[in-house]
């Protein structure tokens, strides 16, 4: 496994993690010091700000699951999949992220967009 997916697929694991210790030892490992989290709802930078978003989210939605709903495409340090949350089997939302990683495999920034686009 190239480092970038080992990386993307920690992160992943830290949104279905609720043990603070194991949470903030997968953050570490994949995202760089100073990550940069954009979504709808979010705009932030560093570990500690992802790791406070995770728990507020985590807290909203007790029990989501959080799953790659695709493939992963890559080219240079980029990276783009989908995504879904579900609850007891049902979508609650599904979405597109674009990842940036250094050389390294670390997520250095995360552009999270919700739902489908239109065609």
């Given amino acids: 496994m190239s480092a970038h997916m080992e990386k993307l697929d920690q992160m992943m694991s830290a949104w279905n993690t609720t043990d603070a210790s194991k949470k903030a030892a997968l953050v570490a490992s994949a995202l760089e010091h100073n990550v940069h989290f954009v ?9 500690d700000a992802f790791l406070n978003m995770v ?13 790659r709903a695709s493939d ?3 080219q240079n340090n980029f990276c783009r999949y989908h995504w879904a949350i579900h609850l007891n089997d049902k979508l609650l939302m ?15 920034k995360v552009i999270g967009f919700f739902g489908e686009l239109d065609r």
């Fill in 94 to 108: 599904s979405g597109f992220d674009v990842t940036e990683v250094n050389d390294a495999g670390k997520i250095v």
């Fill in 72 to 74: 992963i495409g890559v």
């Fill in 55 to 67: 728990d507020e989210v985590q807290s909203q939605v007790p029990g989501a699951v959080y799953s």
């Fill in 39 to 47: 979504d709808p709802n979010h705009n932030i930078i560093g570990r």
